[in-house]
């Protein structure tokens, strides 16, 4: 897809602080598109993350990729901040809006992979699936009003896999899952209306924080496979943002509504490469290791 492909779209990438989100929008910018950048963390404090990332720094980000950057402080799961959001977005756009990413997670710190699910503290549990349910479902309900009344538009809910299977801890596995279904919904409801509505996930993500949980940098990261050979197949938040980016601008996307895609098969569909010019595909490698009885 040529540079300026989405030049005059309008996007909102709703939790786009960091990891897929920040490489969500940088990639949307570099096609030309006006990106509102929405999360927690700002430069006027952090979230309960404590991660260092801002807004604005992803914004800032989006301008020089070649798009235009805006940066909007919400908790997506308080409905008053989401919808002086799309209020603002409806003021300065003239009622446009043409994709919304749902990329809002913030549950990491939340889920206990250690333990079973009577052993899980309840509370944290209940948070993860309040901050990635809920906040999807707030956002989806005053987003999807300027879709209906412009009867056209792109829904992507990130999530973690592809298909319906336990990702080993039973708060995760039911946000991730949730949000497939959620699509799926979503696209029934709005196919008269010429929407388009899909989950999408990448592999192993070599998010900002998953490089600081293995103590590397982004010039050094395969020596992280010492800890974890996995990680030799990990994807940057770019490739996933070049999904995204082939996905707003392809004009039969909604040949794929409803689907569940991933990052590694749109890779082969639209032949694009992550930043390093390879293809990471963690369908195949996971494949592998399933058929030689290495998980489960």
Same mark, same amino acid.
């Given at each position: 897809? #040529? ?72 908790? !997506? ?10 209020? #603002? ?19 990491? !710190? ?25 906040? !999807? ?42 949000l497939i279904h959620l699509a799926e919904c =979503?696209?029934?409801?709005? #196919? ?11 592999? =192993? ?24 050979? !996995? ?17 707003a601008g392809d004009p039969e996307v909604k ?42």
């Amino acid at each position: 897809m #040529k540079d300026g492909a989405l030049l005059g779209k309008v996007a909102l990438v709703a939790g786009g602080t960091r990891g897929a989100g920040r490489g969500i929008s940088i990639a949307l910018g570099e096609k030309g598109a006006t990106v509102y950048v929405t999360g927690r963390s700002s430069a006027k404090g952090r979230s309960d993350l404590n991660r260092p990332e801002t807004i604005e720094e992803t914004a800032e980000l989006v301008t020089r990729s070649g798009g235009k950057g805006i940066p909007v402080r919400v908790d !997506h799961t308080n409905e008053y901040e989401v919808k002086e959001l799309f209020e #603002k977005i409806r003021g300065e756009q003239s009622g446009r809006l043409d994709v919304l990413i749902n990329d809002i997670w913030g549950g990491e !710190h939340l889920i206990d992979w250690g333990k079973k699910f009577w052993e899980h503290d309840l509370h944290n549990g209940l948070k993860a699936v309040r901050n990635c349910i809920d906040s !999807h479902l707030v956002t989806s309900r005053f987003a999807l009003p300027f879709f209906v009344q412009n009867r056209t538009g792109l829904l992507i809910e990130i999530t973690d896999g592809t298909d319906y299977r336990f990702r080993g801890n039973v708060y995760y596995s039911l946000v991730k899952s949730s949000l497939i279904h959620l699509a799926e919904c =979503f696209a029934s409801e709005l #196919k008269p209306y010429g929407v388009t509505v899909l989950a999408l996930t990448p592999g =192993f993500l070599r998010s900002e924080a998953m490089l600081d949980y293995f103590k590397v940098k982004e010039s050094n990261w395969r020596d992280a496979a010492k800890q974890d050979p !996995h990680f030799l197949q990990s994807e940057t938040p770019m490739y996933i943002g070049r999904a995204v980016a082939c996905l707003a601008g392809d004009p039969e996307v909604k040949g794929l509504n409803g689907q569940a895609l991933s990052t590694w098969k749109l890779s082969e569909k639209y032949d694009f490469t992550d930043i390093d010019g390879s293809r990471p595909h963690w369908g195949k490698y996971y494949e592998k290791l399933l058929n030689e009885g290495l998980v489960s």
